[in-house]
């Protein structure tokens, strides 16, 4: 049945916060929650339809995790976006997100580094830090990205604070901080979802140069690929979109559990 976008955003963000919910202390590892994340996307992702005034769109999904070495200056997830407009225009596109767990019972993300982040940063036009809480955050985040511009005038958004457990920051202003750490970064973040569903799959916020989607997607013979990567097509307008394509020979299908 098709949705809005403020509905998609809502069922990943409730599907994001049901895997994270069931984490405990000793189980609270990056790369677990990494790949649990992004089976969550793709749940919600995959076979989506979305139709806002009789504009419509069809979203598919699917993950892939990287063989070999890794290339730790281009992030744990790339999120690669292949759009086709009602045009025929096609745009592909990559945000690159680099995953921090927040300490348990602590502000602290002592798993974060600086010098890891400033290598990134140096090398890509928009980087992001993707954070997880163990616990869901609302009032220090910048909700006045969460409310976005709708034409469905029977799903305008309530007047309600996000609430989420995993966090999309900008890597610009987590490097101007001295002291980085929950309390003084959330202010600048905002879920994860809305960042995919309502900026990502809009074509916003994403890198288009080529030889970043080449390492993203595996094509790159100078570069390795994110440990994981998470391939949206989507498809404005009548018709069925398709996976953006990668190197199977360096990126094998992550099973759905």
């Given at each position: 049945?098709?949705?809005?976008?403020?509905?998609?955003?809502?069922?990943?963000?409730?599907?994001?916060?049901?895997?994270?919910?069931?984490?405990?202390?000793?189980?609270?590892?990056?790369?677990?929650?990494?790949?649990?994340?992004?089976?969550?996307?793709?749940?919600?992702?995959?076979?989506?339809?979305?139709?806002?005034?009789?504009?419509?769109?069809?979203?598919?999904?699917?993950?892939?995790?990287?063989?070999?070495?890794?290339?730790?200056?281009?992030?744990?997830?790339?999120?690669?976006?292949?759009?086709?407009?009602?045009?025929?225009?096609?745009?592909?596109?990559?945000?690159?997100?680099?995953?921090?767990?927040?300490?348990?019972?602590?502000?602290?993300?002592?798993?974060?580094?600086?010098?890891?982040?400033?290598?990134?940063?140096?090398?890509?036009?928009?980087?992001?830090?993707?954070?997880?809480?163990?616990?869901?955050?609302?009032?220090?985040?910048?909700?006045?990205?969460?409310?976005?511009?709708?034409?469905?005038?029977?799903?305008?958004?309530?007047?309600?604070?996000?609430?989420?457990?995993?966090?999309?920051?900008?890597?610009?202003?987590?490097?101007?901080?001295?002291?980085?750490?929950?309390?003084?970064?959330?202010?600048?973040?905002?879920?994860?979802?809305?960042?995919?569903?309502?900026?990502?799959?809009?074509?916003?916020?994403?890198?288009?140069?080529?030889?970043?989607?080449?390492?993203?997607?595996?094509?790159?013979?100078?570069?390795?690929?994110?440990?994981?990567?998470?391939?949206?097509g989507i498809r404005f307008g009548?018709?069925?979109?398709?996976?953006?394509s990668v190197n199977n020979d360096?990126?094998?299908?992550?099973?759905?559990?």
């Amino acid at each position: 049945m098709p949705t809005t976008w403020w509905e998609l955003t809502l069922q990943l963000e409730r599907a994001i916060d049901e895997r994270l919910k069931e984490y405990t202390k000793d189980l609270w590892k990056e790369d677990a929650i990494s790949i649990d994340v992004a089976k969550a996307t793709r749940k919600v992702l995959a076979g989506a339809k979305v139709d806002v005034d009789h504009e419509k769109a069809a979203v598919v999904a699917e993950i892939f995790k990287a063989d070999g070495t890794l290339e730790e200056t281009f992030g744990d997830l790339a999120l690669v976006v292949e759009a086709t407009y009602r045009d025929g225009q096609k745009l592909k596109g990559v945000a690159f997100y680099e995953a921090k767990k927040r300490d348990w019972a602590s502000a602290n993300l002592s798993a974060m580094k600086r010098s890891q982040l400033v290598a990134m940063h140096n090398k890509l036009w928009n980087g992001n830090l993707l954070v997880y809480d163990p616990e869901p955050q609302t009032s220090r985040l910048a909700g006045i990205v969460f409310a976005p511009w709708w034409r469905d005038r029977h799903s305008y958004p309530p007047s309600v604070a996000p609430v989420t457990r995993a966090l999309s920051i900008p890597l610009g202003p987590v490097l101007q901080c001295d002291k980085p750490n929950a309390t003084n970064l959330y202010k600048f973040g905002t879920p994860f979802s809305s960042q995919i569903v309502l900026r990502n799959l809009q074509g916003l916020d994403l890198d288009h140069d080529q030889i970043v989607v080449e390492a993203a997607t595996g094509y790159s013979q100078r570069m390795s690929v994110p440990k994981l990567v998470l391939a949206i097509g989507i498809r404005f307008g009548k018709g069925e979109a398709e996976v953006p394509s990668v190197n199977n020979d360096r990126l094998s299908r992550v099973v759905q559990d």
